[in-house]
Structure formats: C-alpha cells, structure tokens
C-alpha cells in the first residue's frame, strides 16, 4: 500500500519566515507534486519533480521552490512566507510505471501564515 | 491551455436520489479523465478514471468528447458518499504527466 507522509498537519509561522514542508513516499515512485488547495480554486499545482534533483514549475510556483535530493523525499520551501500561503498543503506521487498515472496523496499540512 | 470546470461548488440531493456531478475539460489533446474524492478527515484519493469504464462504489462517469465532458453519475445516492469531489484531466507536460483538477464540488447527501 502506498504511503505518503508529510511532516507536519498543522504548522503556524510568520511574515517573512522560512518555511520547509517535507514529503516523504515510500514506494520508489519517480514523480512528486506539491499542490496547495484553497476553497472555490480547488488543487493547483506548484511544483512537480519527475527524477532526482530535476524539477519542473507548475501553475503557480511564485514565492516557492523545491528541492528533491533523494527519490523519497520533496521538500517545499517558502523562502519568505506570506499571509496569501496560508492553505493547506498537498503532496503526492505517482509511478511512471504504472500506466494509468494515478497519484497517491499524503494527508496535508494546514499552513497558516500571521 | 487545458482547463478543467466544475460549476457546482455545493450540491445536496436526499439520500435515494440519482445524482451527477458536472465535469467540463478543454484540451487541444487526447483527453484522459479521473475523479479524485476526499472524504471528511481523509486523504485525497482516485475514484475512477474514463479507460478503464468502471464502476465504483456505484459511481459510473463516461467521457463525452463531443460535449467535452464526464460527468459523475450514480443513480441511488447514499449518506456515505458525501465528499469533496474533485475532476482532474491528465497532461503531458515536458518530462512528465501532471494532473490539473477543477475546483470542485462539495456532495452532500441528506437523510
């Protein structure tokens, strides 16, 4: 069964903090997303990562960046946050050997930004 | 570019009522469709996608090209189906296949 955590549920910070989310899938998976997930505006992409250290943008990867330096593990940084990044975080990954591409999704990380 | 439409945001239907969840795509390429559905407190997770035409815990959707949709259908709805739902189209993006959803529609199923 694929699991993917993430570090934390809840995290609470302040304007201008550097914030690390952590992604960690223990199913050997290539490809990673961060999504964030807002009421009304559903899932939108931030940023993927389909092999080690490689890195693509997604819809809306202003103010983020990422980091993949193990196949397990996608980190989300916010380098400087800000009260418009206060949502709720979601990771997932999915295997490119696996044809139909579904993607398995960790629990979330409720981000709140004074 | 592609995009993904879901023009319910809330819908309530009773508990025995068919319900179907609006679901409308625009892509200049082949299509492939998923429903993703998260329950209260629960991770995200697929329900169906259009090619493997099944159904899923009652739930049916097929893929209209001609009317550029997939709709969610279940003909008995059950308390147990309230949820967030969520319509996503895969696409090929550079190196590798991403999902864009839609916003999504919030079910809820009355006693």
């Known amino acids: 069964d694929v699991k993917v955590t993430q570090s934390s549920r809840y995290l609470v910070k302040r304007t201008g903090e550097k914030v690390f989310l952590e992604c960690v899938q223990d199913m050997d998976h290539e490809n990673m997303f961060w999504y964030r997930q807002d009421p009304g505006l559903g899932l939108r992409l931030i940023y993927f990562?389909?092999?080690?250290?490689?890195?693509e943008k997604g819809d809306i990867p202003e103010g983020y960046s990422v980091s993949r330096e193990k196949k397990e593990r996608f980190s989300l940084i916010l380098e400087s946050a800000s009260t418009n990044q206060t949502s709720m975080y979601l990771c997932a990954s999915s295997s490119t050997r696996e044809s139909t591409d579904t993607q398995y999704f960790g629990p979330g990380t409720r981000l709140t930004v004074l | 570019a592609q995009r993904v439409t879901q023009p319910e945001k809330l819908l309530s239907v009773f508990k025995g009522a068919p319900v179907e969840l609006k679901c409308n795509y625009s892509y200049s390429g082949s299509p492939e469709l998923f429903w993703y559905v998260q329950y209260s407190r629960q991770r995200l997770q697929l329900l169906l996608r259009?090619?493997s035409r099944e159904s899923i815990k009652g739930f049916t959707a097929d893929l209209n090209k001609g009317e550029t949709s997939f709709h969610l259908k279940k003909p008995f709805a059950q308390e147990e189906d309230s949820a967030m739902y969520y319509c996503?189209?895969?696409?090929?993006?550079?190196?590798?296949?991403?999902?864009?959803f839609g916003s999504g529609t919030q079910l809820t199923v009355l006693p």
């Open positions: 996503a189209l895969k696409v090929a993006s550079g190196s590798a296949r991403q999902l864009t």
């Open positions: 259009h090619i």
């Open positions: 990562s389909y092999d080690v250290k490689m890195k």
